[in-house]
C-alpha cells in the first residue's frame, strides 16, 4: 500500500498534472523523461511512513484541484505525441481518472488480502473469492 501512494504521489506531480500543463501551454513541448517503475527502489517508497506519504500526496492533489480550478477555456484537443502516440489534453485528464481508479482497485485487492492474513485462524471464503476483471 505504502508503494501504491507513494507511486500516485510521483504521479501527480510529476506526470499527469506536468503532462496537461504543457500540452495545454506549449503542445510542441517535449515531456520530461519519467521512469515510474524504478521509482520504487530509487526513490525509496517502502521506506517512508504512510501517514507522510498519505498526506503529500493529499496536498498534491489539493495543488492539482486548485490549478485545474485557476483554468480558464483550457483547448483539451491541444495534442503532443507521447510514448504511445498522440494524446490530447483530454486523452490525458480521462487517463489520469482511470489510473486513479487502477490503483483504487489494486489497493481495495491488497485490503482484502490482508484481511485474509490477519484474520488467521479464521477463514474469509464464506466472503467470496476474489476475481479479477
Do not use: C
Not at 500500500?1 to 513541448?29: G, K, T
Not at 484474520?119 to 476475481?131: E, I, R
Request: hydrophobic share 35%; charged share 25%.
Amino acid at each position: 500500500m505504502l508503494e501504491v501512494i507513494n507511486h500516485l504521489y510521483d504521479e501527480e506531480r510529476e506526470d499527469f498534472r506536468q503532462r496537461i500543463e504543457i500540452v495545454l501551454a506549449d503542445p510542441n513541448r517535449p515531456w520530461p523523461r519519467i521512469d515510474p517503475r524504478t521509482w520504487v527502489n530509487t526513490r525509496g517508497y517502502n521506506d517512508r511512513e504512510l501517514d507522510t506519504s498519505l498526506k503529500n500526496f493529499l496536498a498534491e492533489r489539493d495543488k492539482s484541484l486548485d490549478w485545474f480550478e485557476q483554468l480558464s477555456s483550457p483547448n483539451w484537443q491541444n495534442s503532443n505525441k507521447g510514448p504511445n502516440g498522440l494524446l490530447t489534453a483530454g486523452d490525458l485528464l480521462a487517463s489520469w481518472l482511470a489510473h486513479d481508479f487502477l490503483h483504487i482497485r489494486q489497493l481495495a485487492r491488497l485490503h482484502w488480502q490482508y484481511v485474509g492474513t490477519i484474520a488467521d485462524p479464521y477463514q474469509t471464503t464464506y466472503a467470496g473469492p476474489w476475481k479479477e476483471s
